[in-house]
């Protein structure tokens, strides 16, 4: 009987781990560690320093030396490097001897055709630069785009915003370019609804291969995820226009911020509310600064901050500070809820909140990251 537990045990965590986990790193008594989404430590606090979780690895810190380590909390590369970067596509930048190489999960030096200076990768890519241009190359070390741009950013969703000429572009992960490097400026994503750009003194928006100018617009924004508006400012003033650069809410705030969940917040003094698409005013303007909405919640300000549902009613109280943290790692830059769960600071120290308002756990912790999903 005792032996049929312990197989069903291994089972469900063996099932656990493929289909991946949540877990946060968090600093308790100097140390650092990483609980699961019921605060629990699944690896104890024994780490002097420590990075969340990326592409499966962890680095952590140890006598000095940096390795690498499994949801398991198993050395899966020994500490042995002076400096290193994320694992991603499963590489990693690591410094070892005053020399920058990419290892892959085994630790093994991987050979690429950089000389010069190494980048991380990024969503399957990385920056190769020669002669002062950048290309790109792939995990397994091969070019992919020859260095002949001036700059690329960083990848979001399979594209990235590049330069040549002084002119911008948007190119994907194959190098080829999808939006023409014609651009004085250009956003740093590529969505659904389009890009914000701008050419010669014309703001407007990219889509569907046409820039299509906003009236008027002397500055445009990105839209968010799969907004259909975005913001763009006129005579000082700032509204909403959609993917034709046509105002669907005229310019009237003094500030704005993206769309998100059928809302956006907007300001004019020195109070923030928010309205919907149609841009009636929906939660009455009240705070002295709000977030976009996330997950059904959206934080705003007093003296500290809260959280307000898409009614406007106050769900947990403005008692905290919030902060978007290493959020990028989760895929989502938010400085509210994340799957559930939004980090806030007290006095007590760091923690995660749920939609309730509950302390996750009934824990803080001296720092904390937000949760990313371990694969």
């Known amino acids: 009987m005792q032996l049929k537990s312990t197989l069903i045990l291994s089972l469900f965590l063996v099932s656990s781990l493929s289909f991946g986990q949540e877990l946060a790193l968090v600093k308790e008594g100097g140390k650092a560690g990483y609980i699961n989404k019921s605060a629990e430590f699944v690896i104890p606090a024994q780490f002097d320093n420590a990075k969340s979780f ?30 290193v970067k994320y694992f991603d596509s499963g590489l990693a930048v690591v410094l070892k001897d005053d020399i920058w190489q990419y290892i892959d999960k085994s ?33 397994d070390g091969e070019i992919i785009l020859e260095p002949t741009y001036d700059k690329i950013n960083k990848f979001r969703n399979g594209y990235a915003k590049a330069k040549k000429n002084d002119r911008w572009g948007i190119i994907d992960k194959t190098g080829k370019v999808v939006v023409p490097v014609e651009y004085t400026a250009i956003g740093n994503e590529l969505t659904p609804a389009g890009v914000d750009a701008r050419k010669g003194e014309s703001f407007g928006i990219v889509s569907n291969g046409t820039f299509n100018v906003i009236d008027g617009a002397d500055k445009v924004w990105g839209f968010h995820g799969d907004a259909k508006l975005t913001y763009a400012r ?13 105002w669907v809410i005229p310019p009237s705030y003094d500030k704005a911020r993206a769309f998100s969940d059928g809302l956006a917040p907007v ?12 841009g009636e005013m929906v939660i009455e303007s009240s705070y002295r600064d709000a977030e976009i909405f996330s997950d059904g919640m959206a934080p705003v300000k007093d003296k500290k901050w809260g959280f307000v549902d898409k009614t406007g009613k106050l769900i947990i ?16 830059d938010s400085k509210g809820f994340i799957n559930g769960l939004a980090r806030v600071k007290s006095k007590k120290g760091w923690g995660f909140l749920d939609t ?20």
């Open 267 to 278: 300001a004019n003094g020195k109070t923030w509310g928010y309205i919907n698409e149609s």
């Open 107 to 139: 630790g093994t030096r991987v050979e690429t055709p950089v000389s010069d200076k190494y980048f991380d990768f990024n969503d399957g890519v990385a920056f190769y630069k020669a002669q002062d241009q950048i290309g790109l190359i792939g995990p």
């Open 356 to 375: 309730s308002g509950k302390l996750l756990g009934d824990k803080w912790f001296e720092n904390a990251e937000p949760f990313v999903t371990v694969k």
């Open 317 to 332: 109280p403005m008692d905290y500070d919030i902060t978007a943290g290493l959020a990028f790692l989760s895929g989502r």
């Open 54 to 83: 990326s592409d499966g690895l962890a680095a952590v810190e140890q006598d000095k030396k940096w390795g690498f380590i499994n949801p398991a909390g198993e050395w899966v590369i020994q500490p042995e490097y002076d400096k």
């Open 234 to 246: 006129k005579d000082k003033k700032i509204g909403f226009v959609n993917s034709k650069g046509e």
